[in-house]
Each structure stands twice: as structure tokens, then as C-alpha cells.
């Protein structure tokens, strides 16, 4: 007989895996509150919540912070417009080596981060372009395209094609059946894709440590005060400032997909 | 009579010049205004193609199409006077029904008010008052099918295209829609052109029909017309499945040395003693409404159809079978 519950052994492990990929991220949120500053000793020895207000008085804080919402902004919007246009033409036209460039598309989220990163970084020098924040935004727009791409062209492909012809059919112009048609189809989906992009771009290090020069995002400020004795958990508190900034979007844009696929037409 | 729709000479081939796909080669055709015209053929006949060329999907490769006296080689889908019914319904998912029925007069700028009021009066022709909030994923297929049709007809349309339309309905259904469709068009006067593989259909409801094959038209004609003098060998067997006799045969059977058609209802089983035509039981198929019979005889194998209520042969039996000379069409077409 097939049964529909899980043995004790199998319950017991996907618990146990789950606590071991979920606990660390509490170790991070206790060693914010800390009074121990230097070494992140277990268990803490007390418990403050001054790090909060030092981390706001602390002025190298603040130019990584907006250098990575400012970065994930602009990389985000670049994503939405062109992965949006991406996806329309490679799910409503077909042509020769079709299949061969929607790999090329997918690559940059495949391809490891070093090799994205050590490619940019070359192809900017031989043009002769200045490190920038510029940069940046180009390094990290190649995989948020992706992102949006991997989600408009999964809604492209789930919505009846005939709508668009129906649309046509009944008089409207193509601006009409943007506008009424395929955007209000397509909108959960694009707004999930850049919620997801901006995450990712968010907390971007590798591609961001070759692209950047000079400048520091929010990440890679974190990675060089870990390696500084002094005020570490400063470093915790910035990073639940992260890990909001994150995770509040993805959960955003899950909610979203989830409600896409009910007035996509799953039913009651 | 004026022409809703005409065709001269119209191709729409795909593919490279040298070696192209034809999937319509040089049609001619006329629809005349207010009739109910089928377009009938197997998959891949073309027969959608010219309903696409119509509403404007396709562009001719060759060719001149006229609506209503207007050549439409330049005008796009959307400023045609044409509507479509899909095969797959394509109902905007995000809709509600009525919004999805006023869509047609909701881009051409008419406001709400107007648009509802004509949404619902829309909805009560196609018998789905009270629909209008529902959202097309909550409706069964059946109503789907009449949200579309309401959909296609709010903007007035002088020539309604309906593809396959009632394909995906279960048998029932079919024929309630089949009545009501021919009720529907009767009433607003409206040209329908309608595109099926299913030959019942189309002979039950056209006006008149043209029988596709290989992107050509094989025949034209009222269903009558079309099933009692076949043109070709195809429109034989398509069209209620004929019995096609090779030349031989048809001398054998008392006609000129042609190909010729014999419809199986045409046929009588007898006694095999003292008549000119006795063959073998081969097979028997049990439809309800009687039997199936196919006999060989002089090496054809031939179906005749036997009513309900006579006594069926036994597998292996030699039967007599008669018939009225005239019901022996012979062919002038070829292929």
C-alpha cells in the first residue's frame, strides 16, 4: 500500500536540514546583539542593543548602502525593459538558431561568477572604460536580465498565444493590446523577475569585486569589516539590513508568481 | 446577390521560392452575403489558412481577396470588418466575461455605461445572462464557446469567422451549439464562414460548402449538391465516405468506363440467387441506426448500408446486392 505520510527517519532528516541551512542566519542576528566586539565568541557573553545606534552614527556605512540600492535600481529597470522585449521575441517568433541563442541568453546565470566577472573586467579595459559605477550596473544587469527573461518567457509560453490575435481581431492596435492584453498578463511575472533581480543585485559580490575599482557596495564593505577586529557586530546589524532588503522582495515577487498562475486560469 | 467574400486566384505559400509549401494555391471563391459557408477538409487542406486570410493573420502570396467589394491587401486584422471565433476560445484570462465581451467596443472608445449595457445584451443572445462577473476560467467549455461568440459579435461584424469552433465540445453539446449557431445566424443575418473537418457538420449546416484538398479547392457547392454528384474521387470519400468504383468496376456495375460514386444507403442487400451483382460478407460494423456491411465482389471491396430491423448476414455469406442505376454518379474531376 502507498502511503501519504512520511516516515519518522524522513521527517527527522528534512528537519534536520532544514535547521542546518537556517540556524547560521540566527547566529548572525544574535551576534548583533553581542557585547562582545572582537571575536564573535559563543555563547555571548551579554546582550546590548548599542550596535544599532553605532552602526547609524558610522559614516562609511552609509555611501556603500546607496551605492547598492542606487546599483540595483538601475541594473533592475535595465533588466525589465530588455528582458521583457527578450523574452517577447523568443517566445512569439521563431528563427533560425533560435535555440542556440536562448542558451546564450540563459548563460550568464550558468557561467560562474568569476568568469562573468574576469570577462567584463578585461572587455572594459581594452575599451579603455573607466571603472564606475557604470560598470558595476553592466556586470550585474547581464545576469538580472535573466532573471526577468527566465520569468517573462515562462508567462509568455503559459499564455494562450490566440489572445494577442483575438486582441487584434477585435480592433485594437498594438499599443492597445500592450496595454490591455499582454501587460496585465505578463505584469506579476515582470514585477517578480525585478523583485528577484534587485535581491540578487543587492548582494552581488564576485562579479561586483571585478567590475567595481574604487568603490565599495554594501557586500563587499562587509566582507573588508569582518576582516577588522574592532566593532564586528556592526557588521551583524548591517547585515539584517540586508537580509531585509532581500527577502522581503523575493517573498514579494513568490506571493506574486503564486497569484499569476491563478488568474492565468488554474481554476477555482 | 452581393459577395461577402471573394477570392481570385489566391495563393499563400511558405517556405523558399524554390521549394515552397502551398498551403493555398490559387483559390477561387465567392461567399455570398448573409449565407452560412463551410469550409471542410481534412488537417492541412488549408482550409484554416483561408479563414486566417480572411480575417487578416495571413498575408496572400498571391492573389486578390475582396470583402465586400473592397480589396484588403493592405488592411491589417484590426481595422477588418471581421470577427473570428478561435478554436481555443483565446478569452482573456484576466477578464471577467462582460469585460471580455465589450473588449471589441472598449479599444474603439465607447464608454462603460455603454459598453455593459451591450456586454449584457450580447450575453442574453448567447443564453449566459447573469455570467458576467465570472471570470472564464470558472465557466465549462460549453459556455466559454458562447463568451467567444458573444465576443466576436458585439462589434457588429459583416462577415463572422468561426474556426472549428465546436471541436473541443462533447457530442451532446455539439449538436445543441449546431442549432443554435444555424438558429443565430439565421436571425442577425450575419455571413458565417465556418471551418471543419467534420463533413456532418458541415453538410448539416452550410448554406453552401467548399471541400478542400492539398490547398485547393476539390468542390463547390450545396451540402445537396456536393454529396449526391461528387466531383473527384477525394470529395467521394470525404464526404459521407462514397463507395469510389475504378473504371472497371463502374462498367461492371452497368455504367461508362469511369470513375464513379456509389453511396452505400444506395445500395440493397438481397438474396444472392438471380441477380447480376453478388459478392461476399467480409465484415460487418453495428452503427445503431443499422449495419455497415462491406461485401467484396469482382476483387472491390464495397460498403452498403443496411437499415435497422432486416435480417444481418452472417460473415462469409454471398449476398446479392441492387441498386438504382441512377444513384451511380460518375465523375467528371480527376484525383
Keep these: 500500500m502507498h502511503s501519504d505520510r512520511a ?28 557585547t562582545e566586539d ?49 523574452s517577447a521575441a523568443m517566445a512569439r517568433t521563431s528563427f533560425f538558431g533560435r535555440e542556440q541563442i536562448s542558451l546564450l541568453i540563459i548563460l550568464p546565470i550558468a557561467l560562474p561568477g568569476v568568469i562573468t566577472g574576469m570577462s567584463l573586467r578585461s572587455a572594459f579595459s581594452i575599451m579603455d572604460i573607466p571603472f564606475s559605477t557604470w560598470t558595476i550596473i553592466l556586470g550585474h544587469a547581464t545576469f538580472c536580465i535573466v532573471i526577468v527573461y527566465n520569468n517573462a518567457v515562462a508567462r509568455f509560453r503559459r499564455l494562450s498565444g490566440g489572445i494577442l490575435e483575438a486582441s487584434a481581431d477585435l480592433g485594437a492596435n498594438s499599443f492597445q493590446t500592450f496595454r490591455y492584453v499582454l501587460l496585465p498578463n505578463l505584469g506579476t511575472a515582470l514585477l517578480a523577475g525585478g523583485m528577484l533581480a534587485f535581491a540578487l543585485s543587492f548582494d552581488e559580490v564576485i562579479v561586483t569585486t571585478f567590475t567595481a575599482g574604487q568603490q565599495s557596495t554594501l557586500p563587499i564593505w562587509m566582507l573588508q569589516e569582518l576582516v577588522r577586529p574592532r566593532q564586528r557586530p556592526v557588521t551583524n546589524v548591517v547585515a539584517i539590513v540586508v537580509f531585509t532588503a532581500t527577502f522581503v522582495p523575493i517573498l514579494i515577487a513568490y506571493y506574486l508568481t503564486r497569484g499569476g498562475s491563478e488568474t492565468a486560469g488554474a481554476g477555482k | 446577390m452581393t459577395a461577402a467574400v471573394e477570392f481570385l486566384r489566391v495563393s499563400r505559400h511558405f517556405g523558399p521560392a524554390s521549394a515552397p509549401v502551398k498551403a493555398v494555391d490559387g483559390v477561387d471563391l465567392t461567399i455570398a452575403e448573409g449565407s452560412f459557408f463551410a469550409m471542410l477538409g481534412p488537417s492541412g487542406s488549408g482550409k484554416t489558412t ?63 455605461r455603454t459598453r455593459d449595457t451591450r456586454a449584457e445584451e450580447m450575453l442574453s443572445l448567447v443564453k449566459l445572462e447573469g455570467y458576467g462577473d465570472r471570470k472564464p476560467a470558472q465557466l465549462s467549455g460549453g459556455q466559454r464557446q458562447r463568451v467567444a461568440l458573444a465576443r466576436a459579435l458585439v462589434n457588429e461584424p459583416k462577415v463572422l469567422l468561426l474556426d472549428e469552433p465546436l471541436g473541443a465540445l462533447d457530442l451532446k453539446l455539439r449538436e445543441a451549439m449546431q442549432d443554435e449557431l444555424k438558429a443565430l445566424q439565421s436571425r442577425l443575418g450575419i455571413t458565417f464562414v465556418f ?47 462514397s463507395n469510389v468504383l475504378p473504371p472497371e468496376v463502374t462498367r461492371a456495375f452497368g455504367g461508362p468506363l469511369k470513375w464513379s460514386s456509389l453511396r452505400p444507403e444506395m445500395l440493397r442487400v438481397t438474396a444472392a440467387d438471380g441477380v447480376a451483382l453478388a459478392g461476399t460478407v467480409t465484415g460487418i460494423r453495428y452503427l445503431g441506426a443499422g449495419s ?14 443496411l437499415p435497422a430491423g432486416q435480417p444481418v448476414p452472417e460473415p462469409g455469406a454471398t449476398v446479392g446486392l441492387a441498386f438504382d442505376p441512377s444513384a451511380l454518379h460518375v465523375m467528371e474531376g480527376e484525383g
Design chain 1, 7 to 34: 516516515s519518522l527517519g524522513l521527517k527527522i532528516a528534512a528537519v534536520g536540514g532544514l535547521l542546518f541551512l537556517h540556524l547560521p542566519i540566527l547566529l548572525i542576528f544574535l551576534y548583533a546583539f553581542t
Design chain 1, 38 to 86: 572582537k571575536s564573535y565568541q559563543f555563547p555571548p557573553p551579554g546582550l546590548t542593543t548599542q550596535w544599532f545606534g553605532v552602526a547609524w552614527e558610522r559614516e562609511d556605512i552609509w555611501p556603500p548602502l546607496y551605492l547598492s540600492l542606487w546599483v540595483a535600481t538601475i541594473a533592475t529597470v535595465l533588466a525589465m525593459i530588455l528582458g521583457t522585449l527578450v
Design chain 2, 50 to 112: 483561408c479563414l486566417r486570410l480572411i480575417s487578416g493573420f495571413e498575408k496572400p502570396t498571391g492573389g486578390t481577396i475582396r470583402i465586400f467589394g473592397q480589396d484588403v491587401g493592405d488592411i491589417p486584422p484590426n481595422r477588418r470588418n471581421v470577427n473570428t471565433v478561435f478554436q481555443d476560445y483565446a478569452l482573456f484570462p484576466h477578464m471577467n466575461v462582460r469585460d471580455n465581451v465589450g473588449y471589441g467596443l472598449m479599444v474603439k472608445g465607447v464608454d462603460r
Design chain 2, 195 to 241: 471551418v471543419t473537418h467534420d463533413q456532418g457538420e458541415a453538410l448539416s449546416m452550410a448554406d453552401s460548402l467548399a471541400v478542400f484538398n492539398e490547398g485547393k479547392i476539390a468542390q463547390i457547392g450545396t451540402p445537396a449538391e456536393v454529396y449526391a454528384r461528387p466531383r473527384t474521387r477525394f470529395v467521394a470519400d470525404f464526404v459521407g465516405s
Design chain 2, 292 to 305: 455497415r456491411l462491406s461485401v467484396a465482389l469482382n476483387g472491390t471491396e464495397v460498403a452498403a448500408l
